[in-house]
């Protein structure tokens, strides 16, 4: 992958068109192509290139109107024919979807045909803004990661998980039989729930999933909630339905996910290392060890792929919305609505003290917390450690910082903060509810 920088570049807020000085952009630059502008930090794509001095973006500019501005265009990607699995030696960052317009209408031409008339039961409920990004991403990952827009059309990434049974990840009933509760809203079935592809970042006060900057930290819960529900109808803080089924679907695949969990590697796994957002040597303990997100390899998502949730081991602890734990009695959801915290039910559970989650004693827990994923289900457990302090109301966060080593993991939980905590060490993710 090169980059095509020369001459300047103008840009305004709320239009996609970009007018270039001293510029050659026909020969230099192909739709799909990223561009960003110096000192914003926000990656756009290209979604045509009109004349030499002129490309327009794949959505409206959020930054602040600049004449003269120094810009870069990430070009020379080369997108197959087909879409095989992708080890970490085929691609440098997860953002290879993002970039894969080049060849997708002839390579799928006749799917997304069919999808926009309405056969796919993922395309069918997408929003109406159905462009090149997107269009490359769900082609690039066969459909297991989309595009939405925000409210101020920044591209956010969420990865599918669809619909699954309870006896399917635990056949052996220890979460007994039905629908799972994460795709339960009110009572109220649907096929599927969407989880950010990535931690969270806050970019024009919009909380976005988006791949290769960081992760958002030292936020509270509160304004993450927020942030993300700035984005628009339908988005919203991860809960921890959301954790539960993906904790679940990975442990029945007999996958579990590594991360950063050593300043930019993985604490045993060491070759396996992320792009650190200040550059630093991966390992090294000084500097801020967060990754450019999405910049680890393939077995720091959940499934194993490219295309699937990065970075939920490590990185930083997530906030979870839908349970809380108040004098060490955890009230939660009945389901994945998203409701007032007076609404949550009281389990009649009293969590333990600190300790390695996965061996927990149970006795007493419901059916519903094993389903949730706030006590383990008793076999084939994720790693993890346990955090508690058993006074007042403590807010949950999950997956562990980029330096808890081998406390951390899907299972580890941390019920130690209040809902003001804004630690260097706590992030979030977002959701999305596709109505």
């Known amino acids: 992958m090169s980059q095509y920088s020369t001459g300047l570049s103008s840009v305004t ?5 970009v007018t270039g ?8 630059v192909t739709a799909g192509d990223s561009f960003t502008v110096a000192g914003d930090g926000v990656m756009y794509y290209v979604a045509s290139v009109d004349t030499d001095t002129q490309v327009t973006l794949s959505a409206p500019y959020a930054g602040t109107t600049a004449s003269g501005a120094v810009y870069a265009i ?9 879409f095989p699995e992708m080890s970490q030696g085929d691609i440098e960052t997860a953002t290879i979807f993002t970039r894969a317009i080049r060849k997708i209408q002839q390579a799928v031409s006749s799917k997304l045909d069919a999808s926009d008339q309405g056969s796919s039961a993922v395309i069918s409920k997408a929003p109406a803004l159905l ?5 490359s991403v769900e082609a690039a990952s066969g459909g297991k990661m989309s595009v939405f827009y925000t409210a101020k059309n920044q591209p956010s990434y969420f990865v599918r998980i669809p619909k699954f049974n309870c006896e399917d990840v635990a056949p052996g009933g220890q979460l007994g039989t039905g629908v799972h509760e994460a795709f339960k809203f009110n009572g109220v079935e649907d096929a599927e729930i969407w989880v950010g592809a990535y931690e969270g970042a806050v970019l024009n006060g919009e909380g976005v999933s988006q791949p290769g900057i960081p992760a958002d930290y030292s936020i509270n819960y509160d304004n993450s909630r927020a942030v993300c529900q700035a984005c628009g109808p339908g988005f919203d803080l991860q809960t921890h339905w959301d954790w539960a089924a993906i904790m679940h679907w990975c442990m029945a695949n007999v996958f579990e996910p590594r991360g950063n969990t050593n300043h930019g590697r993985h604490h045993d796994e060491r070759f396996e290392t992320g792009t650190r957002q200040d550059n630093g040597v991966p390992g090294d303990s000084s500097g801020i060890g967060n990754i450019l997100l999405g910049s680890g390899p393939a077995s720091w998502r959940h499934d194993g792929t490219m295309s ?4 939920l081991v490590g990185n930083v602890w997530e906030w979870m919305s839908g349970f809380k734990m108040v004098d060490g009695r955890i009230l939660l959801s009945p389901d994945n609505e998203i409701v007032a915290e007076s609404a949550y039910t009281d389990s009649g559970f009293d969590m333990p003290g600190n ?3 996965a061996p927990m004693d149970t006795t ?10 706030i006590v383990p289900k008793g076999i084939s457990d994720p790693v993890g450690y346990l955090y508690t302090t058993l006074t007042g109301e403590r807010l949950p966060l999950r997956g562990s910082p980029r330096s808890d080593s081998g406390n951390a993991g899907l299972g580890a939980l941390f019920l130690y903060s209040v809902r003001t905590g804004s630690y260097s060490s706590f992030g979030f993710r977002p959701r999305f509810r596709n109505l």
């Open 13 to 17: 807020n709320g239009s996609p068109t």
């Open 21 to 28: 000085t001293n510029t050659l952009w026909l020969a230099n």
């Open 74 to 82: 990430g070009t020379g990607f080369t997108v197959p024919d087909s």
């Open 131 to 135: 462009d090149g990004l997107r269009r």
């Open 308 to 311: 699937g949730i990065s970075d």
């Open 355 to 357: 300790r390695t989650w």
């Open 364 to 373: 007493g827990a419901s059916e519903l917390l094993k389903r949730a994923g």
